[in-house]
């Protein structure tokens, strides 16, 4: 008998011997109907306690029935955002504008929700979302009057990732560089050691001349938006010397040659081989 705004009833006619029956539903609207087993339904648009009568009539008689009806009255859904079409990784700010609402749900398209009044949220990945924002009151008795209300966002930029050699590399040795990606304009590659490329082709050959340890990262661009690519492995350049010194030791007619290894690496050596050339 209670409901939130719009609020559909189904009252349903058990009268006997009648064969008029006109309904008043307490709120301006009537009706008359002539079958004494019946359900007639109506929607409540205002909200508001309503008395509902009903008046059962034959040849002979005539009789009544009143039963009440309340109506919620039910918050509204309303939001704004910052901008409509952004890049990945841009914020997107978001403003509640709902009315008499208490608890409220963001649906942001991509799995993610949020409780929070006002949220701020960033897309990773592009695409097209449309973002929800459920609002409620709850009467008492425990009687919840939800609505909801959606815009339509549309994140730029792609999907892409940085591919390379991860591990150990010689200096003076070139290293390739890939973006996997499509619907790219331009690329800049970023080789950790203040160095940078920018080019149309998703491929390049970089050599490394100095020992170190490099991050590299990328920047890729679709239109107007940038999407940064920053992995977390890195390439580890040595420039290894190889080197020795021996000595002689005499004893008893016997000679023996002492070797001593003096190579030099960023990283010290891994192995050693020795080739005494006989």
Known sequence: RTGCLPHTVRFFNNSQGGNVFQW?????????????VDTVVHTYTQAGTFTVTLRATNSCSD??????????????????????????????????????????LWRFGDGTTSQAINPSKIYSQSGNYRVWLIVSRTAPGGIACVDSSFRDIVIGGGNANLLFSKGYACINQAQRFEITTTGATQYTFYFGNGDSLQTSSPIVQYTYTTAG????????????????????????????????RYTLEQSCGQTTLR??????????????????GD
């Open 63 to 104: 009789t009544s029935d009143i039963e009440t009806i309340s109506t919620l009255p039910k918050p509204k859904s309303a939001f704004t955002v910052n901008t409509s079409a952004a890049c990945t990784f841009d914020t997107l700010r978001f403003t509640n504008q709902s009315d008499t609402a208490i608890n409220y």
């Open 259 to 276: 070797f001593t290894d003096t190579s030099k690496t960023f990283f010290g050596p891994g192995s050693w081989r020795w080739d005494f």
């Open 213 to 244: 340890i490099y991050r590299p990262f990328a920047q890729v661009r679709y239109g107007t938006c940038l999407t940064r690519l920053a992995p977390l492995d890195t390439i580890r350049v040595d420039d290894p010397k190889a080197g020795y």
């Open 24 to 36: 008043n539903f307490g709120d301006g609207a009537t009706l008359t109907t002539n079958r004494n």
